[in-house]
């Protein structure tokens, strides 16, 4: 098993930035992509970003060029740097990972935070 842990979430008004951090503990060795979702109100959960072991990563159109996700795998986490925030980026931010080389389906999430961005 793996647990996931996010942090960083809070509020921040248009044009801003944030950072979410994800921790990763337990069978860490067996995850090969870690990445974010995001879910806002009335709308289903979304895929934002994801990065591979090797580094390789995928965006969501939505949040390209302003987000940046990396990750440090000596301390098995993986963070998000959101600059350039808009309203409609507020949501409930997931971290994930799985065993396979992507987040389509993925096999362990954490217990989210929350992203609020005013107008």
């Known amino acids: 098993q793996v647990q996931l842990v996010e942090s960083g979430g809070g509020l921040v008004q248009a044009g801003g930035s944030l950072r979410l951090s994800c921790a990763s503990s337990?069978?860490?060795?067996?995850?090969?992509?870690m990445g974010w979702f995001r879910q806002a109100p009335g709308k289903e959960r979304e895929f934002v970003a994801s990065?591979?072991?090797?580094?390789?990563?995928n965006y969501a159109d939505s949040v390209k060029g302003r987000f940046t996700i990396s990750r440090d795998n000596a301390k098995n986490s993986v963070y998000l740097q959101m600059n350039s925030l808009k309203p409609e980026d507020t949501a409930v931010y997931y971290c994930?990972?799985?065993?396979?080389?992507?987040?389509?389906?993925?096999?362990?999430w954490g217990q989210g935070t929350q992203v609020t961005v005013s107008s």
């Open positions: 990065i591979r072991r090797g580094g390789s990563t």
């Open positions: 994930a990972a799985d065993s396979r080389y992507r987040l389509v389906t993925p096999e362990y």
């Open positions: 337990g069978r860490t060795f067996s995850i090969d992509v």
